[in-house]
């Protein structure tokens, strides 16, 4: 084990952009523990293949809405050693699309709990180890927000967009508070990605009409996402800070 070696926490990597970004991840040196909160089987299955990369990897279960959940997931990596760099948060969800008047609020209160206090609790836990101020060597955050952030996503699910509106704003605002203590916040917000979330919008995002009106004709792959992510993460993009970094092919 390197005396060392780095670690990046993916919120969600057992599946989609989070495991093409672990791999990714992964490819560039990172040691990598990945997050799920049910899929066990992606997530051990992905972590031999980090494995047979030559990196190290860890799978960590845990609901990044429950803080004692998360608390305890940062306590576990913190005992396998070496530094924690780079936190991704990318668990996220959404739910079937409906005008307002038929949502009930449940569902505002889960999006909301998984994808932004999920966000906030992860930011927290990884600033007081990397916080330069409190001894940690600095790092990089990047929050998974959406493109939705900025459309609203009008008549399918203004509630998740809403959830990513709140994270584009926490990750300007962390990005400013925490930039002096050595840790870079940046957001990344995808367009439409070719991933499983979409069963759960019941949205055929396969439809010929959805890749039509996209600039670019088509739909994005996870590791079109992934490469941004790991852009962000790296020190290559070291005067890089508070940015929104569309990746929506156009739109
Ligand atoms: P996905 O394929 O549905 O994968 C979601 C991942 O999040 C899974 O690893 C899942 O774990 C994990 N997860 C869900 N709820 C969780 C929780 N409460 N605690 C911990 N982990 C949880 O999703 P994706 O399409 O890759 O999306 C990843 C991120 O990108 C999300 O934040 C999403 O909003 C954003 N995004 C996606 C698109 C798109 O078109 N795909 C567009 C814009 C933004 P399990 O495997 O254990 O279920």
Redesign the pocket.
């Known amino acids: 084990m390197p005396a060392m070696s780095a670690w990046v926490l993916i ?10 970004t672990a791999l990714r991840c992964a490819e560039a040196g990172w040691d990598v523990a990945i ?6 089987a ?2 051990e299955a992905l972590a031999a293949r980090l494995h047979g990369l030559g990196r190290r990897a860890l799978t960590l ?6 803080e004692a959940q998360v608390v305890k997931m940062f306590e576990r990596l913190d005992a396998e050693g070496g530094r924690l760099r780079g936190l991704v ?6 739910a079937p699309a409906a005008r307002l008047e038929a949502m009930a609020p449940e569902r505002w209160r889960r999006l909301f ?3 932004v206090i ?1 966000t906030l609790l992860c930011c927290q836990q990884a600033a007081r180890r990397m916080s330069t101020a409190r001894g940690g060597a600095g790092g990089a955050i990047v929050n ?5 952030a900025e459309f609203g996503s009008g008549g399918t699910y203004v509630d ?1 967009a809403a959830t ?1 509106g709140a994270v584009d704003t926490l990750t300007k605002g962390l990005a400013r508070e925490l930039i002096g203590e050595g840790i870079r916040v940046n957001g990344v ?12 919008s019941r949205i055929d ?1 396969r439809a010929a009409d959805i890749a039509a009106s996209i600039p670019i004709q088509r ?2 792959r ?1 590791e079109e ?1 992934a490469e941004a992510i790991a852009w962000l993460l790296s020190d290559a993009a070291s005067y890089t800070v508070g940015a929104l970094l569309d990746v929506g092919g156009g739109r």
């Open positions: 919120t969600g990597g057992s599946r989609g952009i989070g495991a093409a997050n799920y909160v049910q899929d066990s992606a997530a279960q845990a609901d990044v809405a429950d948060n990318n668990a996220g969800i959404v709990d998984v994808n999920g998974l927000s959406s493109r939705a998740y990513k917000r995808p367009g439409i990605i070719e991933t499983e979330i979409h069963a759960a995002v739909l994005g996870a996402v």
